[in-house]
């Protein structure tokens, strides 16, 4: 089964994530995976891309999530709440978020 899987916000836990997606692939795992990097910062994309934890990446967040089964996220508190506001419309129909975001506590409430 093939997964599309965005990681919005690309720092050490989303790119672990996508080195473990892409680990399982090459270990002829029962799924393939395309991994799209969103990050409002382009070095970090580029370092993902480099290390191989994405694909590729897409600058516009909204056009990043469009097409993916998954969205991992890994933000810094101050954004989290606008973040859902702008993806939770465009999100596909069945898509999964994971959140690795850290201090939730406000989202929650």
Same mark, same amino acid.
Do not use: C, W
């Given at each position: 089964?093939?997964?599309?899987v ?7 836990? #989303?790119? #672990?994530?996508?080195? $473990? ?8 795992? #029962? ?21 191989? $934890? ?7 967040m909204?056009?990043?999530i469009? =097409?993916? =089964?998954?969205?991992?996220? #890994?933000a ?9 506001? %702008?993806?939770g419309? =465009?999100l596909?129909?069945? %898509?999964?978020v994971?959140?690795? @975001?850290?201090?939730?506590? @406000?989202?929650?409430?």
């Amino acid at each position: 089964m093939h997964v599309n899987v965005t990681l919005v916000g690309l720092d050490r836990i #989303s790119a #672990s994530f996508g080195l $473990a997606l892409k680990r399982h692939e090459k270990d002829k795992g #029962s799924h393939t995976f395309t991994i799209i990097g969103n990050d409002p910062k382009v070095l970090p994309m580029k370092d993902a891309k480099k290390m191989g $934890a994405v694909d590729d990446f897409e600058r516009g967040m909204i056009k990043a999530i469009g =097409n993916a =089964n998954l969205v991992v996220i #890994s933000a810094p508190y101050g954004i989290i709440g606008d973040l859902y506001e %702008a993806i939770g419309p =465009n999100l596909k129909p069945g %898509a999964v978020v994971f959140d690795f @975001s850290l201090h939730k506590q @406000s989202i929650i409430e």
